[in-house]
């Protein structure tokens, strides 16, 4: 069965530098979709990023950029120049089919909590 | 402003009661809803994918007679927790997206606000 696996609970990381957060997933599918959502206290989804698999360029959105290693199935965010804002729960996010079916499922990873610190 | 409208945001129910959350696209007809449930400091669990005029899909171990889920139209797709009990306190969240899903899907998701759910 297709799996999201974010290995970070937590991670912290000063104000203006640099976090990665980590994210594997296990597929048999070829065709699929990868997103990394943000959600702050307010419990809203928002988008991060978006990647699509058939594409071997890593998606960047301004501060945020991916490291999307399809052999390997990882697919990490990276966030630079953190500011206070960015601190909230990370999902990673999986679309794509499930092996032997043909419904399109969006599963999420357990999150990754960020902390911001000034 | 959001595209996806869910509604109620909070709602408080006797246990026993039936209660519909409302999923609604604004403006943009949305083929595909996908249903969540959210623990507190935990993720989103999927409870079921429904397409327009379909049947729902429901995940293992969700009970699709207690968790109606109707996509009659392009536009609304509801949740209808039956005989809600204090253990389906919950946040409830919907997703909804347009266009077929397959290798050329280029549509964005738009999630709700959330249902935050709770039965006494």
């Known amino acids: 069965a297709q799996t999201v696996t974010q290995s970070q609970p937590e991670m912290s990381v000063q104000e203006a530098e640099t976090v990665t957060l980590s994210c594997t997933y296990d597929t048999s599918e070829s065709d699929y979709y990868l997103f990394w959502y943000k959600q702050p206290p307010s419990r809203q989804m928002i988008l991060v990023i978006r990647q699509e698999a058939y594409k071997q360029q890593n998606a960047t959105e301004n501060r945020f950029s991916v490291n999307f290693q399809k052999a390997a199935k990882s697919f990490s965010l990276k966030i630079s120049d953190s500011q206070l804002g960015d601190a909230a729960m990370y999902f990673c996010?999986?679309?794509?089919?499930?092996?032997?079916?043909?419904?399109?499922?969006?599963?999420f990873g357990k999150g990754t909590l960020l902390t911001v610190n000034p | 402003g959001a595209v996806v409208s869910q509604h109620p945001s909070r709602v408080i129910c006797k246990s026993g009661t039936s209660v519909k959350i409302e999923c609604r696209s604004l403006?943009?007809?949305?083929?595909?809803m996908f249903w969540y449930r959210q623990f507190p400091k935990q993720s989103l669990m999927l409870m079921a994918t429904s397409n327009e005029g379909s049947k729902a899909t429901y995940e293992q171990g969700v009970e699709k007679d207690k968790f109606l889920i109707n996509h009659a139209s392009l536009t609304l797709s509801t949740l209808t927790v039956t005989s809600a009990h204090p253990e389906d306190s919950s946040f409830y969240i919907c997703s909804a997206t347009f266009g077929g899903l397959g290798s050329s899907y280029n549509s964005p998701l738009h999630f709700g606000n959330g249902t935050r759910l709770t039965v006494t």
């Open positions: 996010a999986y679309l794509g089919l499930y092996s032997g079916g043909s419904n399109y499922k969006l599963t």
């Open positions: 403006d943009f007809q949305a083929t595909t």
